[in-house]
């Protein structure tokens, strides 16, 4: 069963800095594709960004220059370099496999006061 654990969310002001973390196990993690998302209140859950086996990554418009996807394969884990935040970016962050085919995680929260 795949599990996916995220973490690094916090309160944040605008132009600051957080670093995601997404712990995955329960699935051949070196060869999945993995992904960033994330929920906005009232809104769809929206992709983020991507980062497949190879190390080769996609951005959404909104978070492309700001944010930075990679990954740690001897340590199951995919991160979210989040830069130059705004309250804009404030929302329920997830990971997931690139495109989502396993039950979410809990999320992480992301601030962004202005």
């Known amino acids: 069963q795949v599990q996916l654990v995220e973490s690094g969310g916090g309160l944040v002001q605008a132009g600051g800095s957080l670093r995601l973390s997404c712990a995955a196990s329960?699935?051949?993690?070196?060869?999945?594709?993995m992904g960033w998302f994330r929920q906005a209140p009232g809104k769809e859950r929206d992709f983020v960004a991507a980062?497949?086996?190879?190390?080769?990554?996609a951005y959404s418009d909104s978070v492309k220059g700001r944010f930075t996807i990679s990954r740690d394969n001897a340590k199951n884990t995919v991160y979210l370099q989040m830069n130059s935040l705004k309250p804009e970016d404030t929302a329920v962050y997830y990971c997931?496999?690139?495109?989502?085919?396993?039950?979410w995680g809990q999320g992480t929260q992301v601030t962004v006061s202005s």
């Open positions: 329960g699935l051949t993690f070196s060869n999945a594709a």
């Open positions: 980062i497949n086996w190879l190390d080769n990554t």
């Open positions: 997931n496999t690139q495109p989502p085919r396993t039950s």
